[in-house]
């Protein structure tokens, strides 16, 4: 399954009171390095495909912290598709400071059709999806 790496500066608003990345924020991070992917990809969290409006809705979230990151550090992250299943896809996430792992967690989410009640409803991956999510980015580290 495809890697990809994008990178995160720290901002002052990212730490707590104890002048670290407060927890909350690596999800944040997780979620916007798994956008970049599917731009990456030529895709969007939210946007049509085949004539639907779809999403991916997150399912699942995990993250485990090795070691502090703290303001103006910049984080390496790296998003690895870890399986597709019939309808969800399931991310792996490293952080790493200066090629030292900081955390690492997962996040599931589900392919979705939003009809236009914006009501959601799960679907399966169409095969075309399926591969480019799989074949990844055509320009690898973008």
Not at 16 to 43: K, P, Q, T
Request: proline share 5%.
């Amino acid at each position: 399954m495809p890697t990809f790496h994008t990178r995160r500066l720290v901002e002052f608003s990212d730490t707590d009171m104890a002048g670290i990345v407060h927890f909350s924020n690596f999800f944040r991070f997780m979620e916007a390095a798994e956008h970049a992917y599917l731009r990456a990809c030529g895709l969007s969290v939210l946007g049509g495909w085949e004539g639907e409006t779809i999403t991916f809705p997150r399912v699942s979230a995990t993250c485990d912290y090795v070691k502090p990151a703290r303001f103006e550090e910049t984080l390496d992250i790296e998003v690895t598709v870890e399986h597709i299943g019939r309808t969800s896809v399931r991310y792996a996430f490293t952080f790493r400071r200066q090629g030292e792992e900081i955390a690492r967690g997962k996040l599931t989410t589900v392919l979705c059709r939003m009809r236009p009640d914006h009501a959601l409803e799960a679907m399966p991956f169409p095969e075309a999806l399926r591969q480019r999510l799989e074949r990844g980015p055509a320009d690898e580290g973008a």
